[in-house]
């Protein structure tokens, strides 16, 4: 008996060596050794076979319950997931600090020390469970440290655990912790430096140079292509020079096809302040031309674009206040005069310049659209009818009236010559043409051969149906 | 960056000389890696079948961010192809080029374009007629271009003696038709010009009355 266990114990010191060299050469970061020479670490990060989604568990902080979630609980983490969806492919690393004791592999197990998750974000009654399932996991006679190590790093614990679950296509890790606000950025910071490591420590096949190019030196972008930064700047650079911002974005034809464009942070990280500057400026005036409401301020030494601010209830009046951020000029935008609020009318002359633009495009096109933006529409309908109207009586009144050469009272005729008498003031004037005319003599103008108005004293087309002969007056 | 340009411009040519598999060549046509000649069959099941299609590539300053300038040489009749010039209507030579987009790739867009005519944003109007009034005789005549211009399958006396070529097919026409034109006392190749501008052939014949075509004759 005596015999066998020391024999034991030279085989188990044997099968501990083998084992340690062995877990060094496949998991070199993984292993170290504690200060004390006993003391053994294992140090697993976990990777993930996918992205998955992590989430806060309802559960909280306590026990972990081996039954499922109520529907309860589902639908409060919905709710969160809205708030907090964070998509990571790791997890940082769990520590174990554990003794091997002599008579390992064959007769007992590791002796765990210590097991913590990085940044706790394993709760004490999961590293409770954890260490259980990995005592248990131990086979009599066998090395379990290989198993342990991947049953961490495979994240297969999280399934355990049941912190991990699948629904349909997606899996998603539900965390219980007290504060997973806090949690959360420190858990994407670690999964991002990791990608970003691993990004950096990659080759890429930049497909502008056709070189393959290491990932420090490479931009990976938000619709995760790959290009070498220094093809990039050159790319954006040149756009950026010429002003056609619409290409600074992906080089990909996929998405050269969907015009993506390149976001702010992606264009500080490969061109000079100078330039990601004029891009800004580009774009800023780009939006500027596309938003109908803008309007540039009309102080000469001033001109900055003013957008209509605030929501105006439409044919209020009020959506033609705009108020200048720079100088703090408050204008009208329909006449560019000082504001005169929303009632009072702009100058006419204003108004029929694009009332009378809106009433020729035809409906339906995209100037008329633009304009419908920029002025309001029930407002500019409520114009062109007001126009309309005003048309009318101007069509009306220069069609069947004259306005008289002294008090401009617009005079119709029912019947008769073109020697008018003013019933207003008096004066003489020619029915046809609007001139004065002598009071002592007013048909002199119809009777002097050469003028325009000879022999006009009536209508052609009265004429037609007086007799033809003879009388001379009528 | 100019020299990015040529080290881009060397490793494609090299690139395509390598892949013996393609079916597209690249070579210089002179000293100059910017000036080059590209060349390619016509895809099967096409009426340009059989037939050795070269493109004249022209490498612009910027390249590879603006797009590499290209036009046939050789003659083809397609509605995105001007039969007189050779140039090319494919929106990647435009405004859908991408840097990543290669010599190479391109040339399979070319290829590829062959097969698939856009006649609703052509670059040749008339062909682009032809196509929509008649696919049968559209078929037909590039067919018969490809077998003059591009060496494609046909009668071998026809290649290489000009003054044999058959004008009327050449245009997509009818020999009927125009010998009935011609025989009102009209130049042979005044009557093909006609009848092409207008379209004479397929649904349009009946459409078209002799007297307008008359009149274009006349004018």
Redesign the interface.
Known sequence: MERTSEVDLETCAELQREEWEVLESIYPDCVSTGLSQDLLKLEVPIELSEPTKILPSARGSGFVNTSSSSADTDEDSAKQEETSPQILSTLPPVLIEFLLPSTYPLRDPPRIVSLHATYSWLIGSLIAHLQRLLIERWVEGEGILYTWVEYIRSGEFLDELRLKRRIGKDSTIRLPHPNFTLLIPLLSAYDASIQLMHFSQNSYNC????TSIKGARCILLSCSHVFCR??LE??WK??IAEGDITRVGC???G???EAREAKEDEVRRVVTEEEVKRWKWLREKRILEKDPTMVHCPVPFCQTPVAMTGEYEEGSGWERLRTCPQCDYSFCAYCKHGWHGPISPCPIYVTDTFVTEYIKLENGTREKEMMERRYGKSRLQKLVKQYEEEQATKDWLSESTTSCPNCRVSVEKSMGCNHMTCSKCGQHFCYRCGDRLNAASPYKHFSTPGRSCFNKLFDQESLEWEPMLGDEFY | ?SD?RL??VN??IA?CKNDKASSVTIDLIDNSPFHLKGSFTGPEGTPYEGGHFEVDIVIPE?Y??QPVKMKFITKVYHPNVSSASGAICLD?LKD???????LKSTLISLQSLLCSPEPNDPQDAEVAKHYMTSKTSFEETARYWTMIYAGGPGKEGLKGSPGLRDEVAMAGLEKAHVDKFEALGFDRSKVIDVLRRLNYRGANVPKINDDRIVEELLK
């Open positions: 497909e502008i140079c056709l220094s093809c050159d790319f040149l756009c080089p990909d034809p998405c050269v096809k | 960056m990015a080290r881009r490793k494609e690139d910027s590879p961010f990647i859908a080029w991408s840097p990543v987009l290669t």
